[in-house]
């Protein structure tokens, strides 16, 4: 079955968001508190669209959230934002909750406010310049990264059922051959969050359902997928 | 045929590289307050005449040593001499003007007469000579001529000769002119009460007291009591005069007040206009500096982040007062100036110096008009400028930007990823934010006589640094690589793109950027 999520809120860049998740798979419901917006999101084909007042709890309990879904606060007003998000993370403890921030002090009060995540345009936009400036090499490759038309990206890969990679210690396997480099993981047997590679003080070692974010050109990507699919003996 | 050869020299002179660009130095070193080398000239000369008055008041009652004054007479007057005569050169271009009267004449069929220019020229020229600079140029040469003691007194244009190296004088002068009316209008107000107290005191005390003997000495008296400094040479002994005595004492007050608040209102006025030609000025010595239309959120939230890693100089101009203010309250450098004006940013240095522009305003029409504006003025400019829509983004190239922003597109594009890939959103925020737990991604870049020069990427040990080789900007390839290959030698110019945590990264380099010792 597909992920949920819930967008609250129906502007130009929720829009956006919400044609993302889409392409993505996800199944999408979008809450607005203004006709505007409502009449724009049904025009855009989306189905689940809910006409509601943000303020009140028991309306946003009818939509049925439940703790897998994801909620994404895109209010454009900044208090309403921090508002919704205390309300969802005070029903929905458990649900990730990513914001959209247009102000540093509202960064701040959606932090405070229970948000997983919350994104600021400012700061991204503000360190942005900073590497422009500073570090115009990096930026290249941040670029290429962003982009969706260029080949270099970051992907996370899952270490399939029966990967021969299973209970390999990571200094002991080669990324190198693949052209790919391994940025991090999630290494559950040590714990449940994503680590850098360059931050982890104890060794990681590859077990299937790990997660891996690997950096590389998509081709290249693909074959290292594709094989580390292969059993053990298949390899051999 | 004379004139003929006349117009052929001009041309000659106009075509002259050599000539042009000695014309251009000293025009630079004496006029040009921009200039990178003015200063060393002007502090030359500012120790020059220092020396020069100091020998000329010592010599006054104690005799100099022959090399002293030989030093103060040939050398200190022979670089007067050549600063004089070099002045009224680059004062104006006989050539040009030659040969532009020359291409009218014969644009138009008329016939050329070489006086016209000559006389344009010379007219200037001899404007030059009679300005009080230039006048005060020659007079701090005489000094020289030792036979004539009364030329020494000319000393005192050497000292004002340091007028012209020392700009904080010409503010000082320059915010005083702006009170030109209410200083000449207390001026008058104080000749005014000197002269009627003088007359009055005169009248009533040239019988009775022994000091007054002429009106000039009641003049004198008038004047002494009016300043408040009261020598007590000259005292009233009548009962009229001591009145008026008090009388000129109280109004004396009352002018010293005038002149202090008009002075004091004079310098708060200008106090900001003041700070920010100073600004303008640092700015323009620096080799690279940065200058941020408009003080929004973007722009605070810019400065604000990582205030410490603002590698070089910057200016934010910006019209509106409240946000000038603000900008101000948070200890930025600012200029309460149009950022898109052309006067303003014509005013920059852009000869010398690597201008950064920031258009980061929330309206993609200033952002474009600040752009093209900037990119009118200095051609070898950078620009980053922020754009709405990807339509935006297409026309702030078009006018010139080198960078584009998108603020929304890349945080929109953020969230996607946290929602999706939330093991990659760290990655990627990671890498946009720099967050000082989180890994950043730094530039190495290679010179001459540095360890990693010369040495095979497989030689380079990044794994005991925790350090990831990201790829290299390659300078015999001129292109990023991508994780590159381990054969790779590394060359002047090359730059490594590494990541790590912000610590690791530090040791890195300090161990890696060092000097090559014999050993290696």
Same mark, same amino acid.
């Given at each position: 079955?597909?992920?949920?999520?819930?967008?609250?809120?129906?502007?130009?860049?929720?829009?956006?968001?919400?044609?993302?998740?889409?392409?993505?798979?996800?199944?999408?419901?979008?809450?607005?508190?203004?006709?505007?917006?409502?009449?724009?999101?049904?025009?855009?084909?989306?189905?689940?669209?809910?006409?509601?007042?943000?303020?009140?709890?028991?309306?946003?309990?009818?939509?049925?959230?439940?703790?897998?879904?994801?909620?994404?606060?895109?209010?454009?007003?900044?208090?309403?934002?921090?508002?919704?998000?205390? =309300?969802?993370?005070?029903?929905?403890?458990?649900?990730?909750?990513?914001? @959209?921030?247009?102000?540093?002090?509202?960064? !701040?009060?959606?932090? @405070?406010?229970?948000?997983?995540?919350?994104?600021?345009?400012?700061?991204?936009?503000?360190?942005?310049?900073?590497?422009?400036?500073?570090?115009?090499?990096?930026?290249?490759?941040? /670029?290429?990264?962003? =982009?969706?038309?260029?080949?270099?990206?970051? !992907?996370?890969?899952?270490?399939?059922?029966?990967?021969?990679?299973?209970?390999?210690?990571?200094?002991?396997?080669?990324?190198?051959?693949?052209?790919?480099?391994?940025?991090? @993981?999630?290494? !559950?047997?040590?714990?449940?969050?994503?680590?850098?590679?360059?931050?982890?003080?104890?060794?990681?070692?590859?077990?299937?359902? /790990?997660?891996?974010?690997?950096?590389?050109?998509?081709?290249?990507?693909?074959?290292?997928?594709?094989?580390?699919?292969?059993?053990?003996?298949?390899?051999? | 045929?004379?004139?003929?050869?006349?117009?052929?020299?001009?041309?000659?002179?106009?075509?002259?590289?050599?000539?042009?660009?000695?014309?251009?130095?000293?025009?630079? %070193?004496?006029?040009?307050?921009?200039?990178?080398?003015?200063?060393?000239?002007?502090?030359?000369?500012?120790?020059?005449?220092?020396?020069?008055?100091?020998?000329?008041?010592?010599? *006054?009652?104690?005799?100099?040593?022959?090399?002293?004054?030989?030093?103060?007479?040939?050398?200190?007057?022979?670089?007067?001499?050549?600063?004089?005569?070099?002045?009224?050169?680059?004062?104006?271009?006989?050539?040009?003007?030659?040969?532009?009267?020359?291409?009218?004449?014969?644009?138009?069929?008329?016939?050329? %007469?070489?006086?016209?220019?000559?006389?344009?020229?010379?007219?200037?020229?001899?404007?030059?000579?009679?300005?009080?600079?230039?006048?005060?140029?020659?007079?701090?040469?005489?000094?020289?001529?030792?036979?004539?003691?009364?030329?020494?007194?000319?000393?005192?244009?050497?000292?004002?000769?340091?007028?012209?190296?020392?700009?904080?004088?010409?503010?000082?002068?320059?915010?005083?002119?702006?009170?030109?009316?209410?200083?000449?209008?207390?001026?008058?107000?104080?000749?005014?009460?000197?002269?009627?107290?003088?007359?009055?005191?005169?009248?009533?005390?040239?019988?009775?007291?022994?000091? %007054?003997?002429?009106?000039?000495?009641?003049?004198?008296?008038?004047?002494?009591?009016?300043?408040?400094?009261?020598?007590?040479?000259?005292?009233?002994?009548?009962?009229?005069? &001591?009145?008026?005595?008090?009388?000129?004492?109280?109004?004396?007050?009352?002018?010293?007040?005038?002149?202090?608040?008009?002075?004091?209102? +004079?310098?708060?006025?200008?106090?900001?206009?003041?700070?920010?030609?100073?600004?303008?000025?640092?700015?323009?010595?620096?080799?690279?500096?940065?200058?941020?239309?408009?003080?929004?959120?973007?722009?605070? *939230?810019?400065?604000?982040?990582? &205030?410490?890693?603002? #590698?070089?100089?910057?200016?934010?101009?910006?019209?509106?007062?409240?946000?000038?203010?603000? +900008?101000?309250?948070?200890?930025?450098?600012?200029?309460?100036?149009?950022?898109?004006?052309?006067?303003?940013?014509?005013?920059?240095?852009?000869?010398?110096?690597?201008?950064?522009?920031?258009?980061?305003?929330?309206?993609?029409?200033?952002?474009?008009?600040?752009?093209?504006?900037?990119?009118?003025?200095?051609?070898?400019?950078?620009?980053?400028?922020? +754009?709405?829509?990807?339509?935006?983004?297409?026309?702030?190239?078009?006018?010139?930007?080198?960078?584009?922003?998108?603020?929304?597109?890349?945080?929109?594009?953020?969230?996607?990823?946290? *929602?999706?890939? #939330?093991?990659?959103?760290?990655?990627?925020?990671?890498?946009?934010?720099?967050?000082?737990?989180?890994?950043?991604?730094?530039?190495? #870049?290679?010179?001459?006589?540095?360890?990693?020069?010369?040495?095979?990427?497989?030689?380079?040990?990044?794994?005991?640094?925790?350090?990831?080789?990201?790829?290299?900007?390659?300078?015999?390839?001129?292109?990023?690589?991508?994780?590159?290959?381990?054969?790779?030698?590394?060359?002047?110019?090359?730059?490594?793109?590494?990541?790590?945590?912000?610590?690791?990264?530090?040791?890195?380099?300090? %161990?890696?950027?060092?000097?090559?010792?014999?050993?290696?």
């Amino acid at each position: 079955m597909n992920k949920k999520a819930f967008i609250f809120g129906y502007e130009e860049q929720s829009a956006f968001v919400a044609k993302e998740l889409e392409r993505d798979g996800f199944r999408l419901y979008i809450v607005v508190d203004n006709k505007i917006s409502y009449e724009k999101a049904l025009k855009d084909d989306y189905k689940n669209v809910f006409h509601i007042d943000i303020t009140d709890d028991d309306m946003i309990e009818s939509l049925n959230i439940e703790g897998s879904d994801y909620l994404i606060c895109m209010m454009r007003d900044n208090h309403l934002n921090v508002f919704l998000t205390l =309300s969802l993370h005070e029903l929905f403890p458990n649900t990730v909750i990513v914001a @959209m921030s247009n102000s540093l002090h509202a960064t !701040r009060k959606l932090k @405070m406010a229970g948000a997983t995540k919350v994104i600021d345009t400012y700061q991204v936009s503000a360190n942005r310049i900073h590497n422009i400036i500073q570090h115009p090499v990096s930026t290249k490759l941040i /670029d290429s990264l962003l =982009s969706t038309e260029d080949e270099l990206s970051l !992907r996370e890969i899952k270490i399939p059922q029966e990967s021969f990679l299973d209970k390999i210690m990571v200094e002991d396997f080669n990324f190198r051959p693949h052209k790919i480099i391994l940025i991090g @993981m999630i290494d !559950r047997r040590l714990s449940d969050k994503f680590e850098f590679i360059t931050r982890t003080e104890e060794k990681n070692r590859l077990d299937i359902g /790990d997660t891996m974010v690997c950096l590389g050109y998509n081709s290249d990507l693909n074959n290292f997928e594709e094989y580390i699919r292969k059993r053990r003996e298949e390899r051999v | 045929m004379f004139i003929k050869s006349i117009v052929n020299f001009a041309y000659l002179l106009g075509n002259s590289s050599r000539y042009l660009s000695l014309k251009s130095f000293f025009r630079n %070193i004496l006029l040009n307050s921009d200039y990178k080398y003015k200063r060393y000239f002007d502090s030359f000369m500012i120790i020059l005449i220092i020396i020069s008055i100091s020998i000329l008041v010592y010599e *006054v009652k104690i005799p100099v040593p022959y090399w002293v004054d030989f030093f103060d007479i040939y050398i200190v007057t022979t670089i007067f001499l050549i600063e004089y005569i070099l002045r009224f050169w680059v004062y104006n271009d006989w050539h040009t003007t030659v040969i532009r009267e020359f291409e009218e004449s014969d644009f138009l069929g008329k016939p050329f %007469i070489l006086w016209k220019p000559t006389k344009e020229v010379l007219k200037g020229k001899i404007a030059y000579l009679l300005s009080p600079p230039a006048l005060i140029d020659l007079l701090a040469i005489l000094p020289v001529y030792r036979p004539i003691r009364v030329l020494r007194i000319f000393v005192l244009f050497r000292v004002f000769k340091l007028l012209r190296y020392t700009k904080s004088i010409h503010q000082f002068i320059d915010v005083l002119s702006t009170k030109r009316f209410e200083l000449l209008t207390l001026l008058f107000l104080v000749f005014f009460l000197i002269g009627t107290a003088g007359i009055a005191i005169y009248v009533f005390e040239e019988t009775h007291n022994d000091n %007054i003997n002429s009106l000039f000495d009641s003049i004198y008296w008038a004047f002494i009591t009016i300043s408040t400094v009261g020598y007590g040479d000259i005292s009233p002994v009548t009962n009229e005069g &001591r009145v008026i005595s008090m009388l000129v004492t109280l109004s004396g007050i009352a002018m010293m007040s005038f002149l202090t608040s008009i002075i004091v209102s +004079a310098f708060s006025e200008k106090l900001y206009q003041l700070k920010e030609n100073r600004m303008i000025e640092e700015m323009n010595k620096r080799k690279k500096f940065m200058i941020i239309g408009g003080y929004g959120q973007m722009a605070r *939230v810019f400065l604000q982040t990582n &205030r410490d890693m603002i #590698p070089f100089e910057y200016v934010v101009l910006e019209i509106d007062k409240d946000r000038v203010n603000r +900008a101000r309250k948070d200890g930025f450098n600012v200029i309460q100036e149009d950022a898109s004006s052309f006067e303003i940013l014509k005013r920059f240095n852009h000869q010398y110096s690597k201008i950064i522009f920031l258009a980061l305003t929330r309206s993609d029409i200033n952002n474009i008009y600040m752009t093209l504006n900037a990119k009118d003025i200095f051609n070898n400019i950078e620009i980053i400028s922020r +754009a709405k829509d990807e339509r935006m983004r297409k026309k702030l190239y078009l006018a010139g930007a080198t960078h584009v922003l998108m603020p929304t597109m890349v945080s929109n594009r953020i969230l996607v990823t946290a *929602v999706t890939q #939330p093991a990659m959103y760290k990655v990627i925020y990671a890498l946009l934010t720099g967050d000082e737990k989180t890994p950043h991604l730094s530039e190495l #870049p290679i010179i001459i006589n540095q360890k990693l020069m010369d040495k095979a990427l497989v030689d380079v040990d990044f794994k005991s640094y925790k350090i990831l080789l990201i790829g290299l900007e390659s300078i015999s390839e001129g292109r990023f690589i991508f994780n590159p290959s381990l054969d790779t030698t590394l060359q002047h110019g090359d730059v490594l793109l590494i990541m790590g945590q912000r610590v690791s990264l530090e040791h890195f380099k300090d %161990i890696y950027s060092k000097p090559k010792s014999i050993r290696d």
